[in-house]
């Protein structure tokens, strides 16, 4: 049984931080692509950034410089850590887990909510 927990959303002024961190539960975490996602309502589901289980990084070209995605294979944990944030960086975000061989998450976490607003 595979479980991904999110945690750490809010609300943040423009210009500031938040870290998200995920853990997963179950035998996947070692070797899956782990990312996160985000949505805003009546919008499509985006990548926002996602690690392999060596570290290769990628991210959405909105988040370049601002965003860094990071993973503690110890913790079984992915973080997302938020910087400079800007008001269109407000959705709910979902952590994902995603097989090397395939192009889809299999896996998804519940979602929490990032607001930035004055």
């Known amino acids: 049984q595979v479980q991904l927990v999110e945690s750490g959303g809010g609300s943040v002024q423009p210009g500031g931080s938040l870290r998200l961190p995920c853990v997963a539960s179950?035998?996947?975490?070692?070797?899956?692509?782990m990312g996160w996602y985000r949505q805003v309502s009546g919008k499509q589901r985006e990548l926002v950034a996602d690690?392999?289980?060596?570290?290769?990084?990628n991210y959405a070209d909105s988040v370049k410089g601002r965003f860094t995605i990071s993973r503690d294979n110890a913790k079984n944990t992915v973080y997302l850590q938020m910087s400079s944030l800007k008001p269109e960086d407000t959705a709910v975000y979902y952590c994902?887990?995603?097989?090397?061989?395939?192009?889809?998450?299999?896996?998804w976490g519940q979602g929490t909510q990032v607001t930035v607003s004055s």
């Open positions: 690690i392999t289980s060596g570290g290769s990084t």
């Open positions: 994902s887990a995603r097989h090397p061989l395939i192009v889809t998450p299999s896996y």
């Open positions: 179950g035998s996947i975490f070692n070797t899956y692509i």
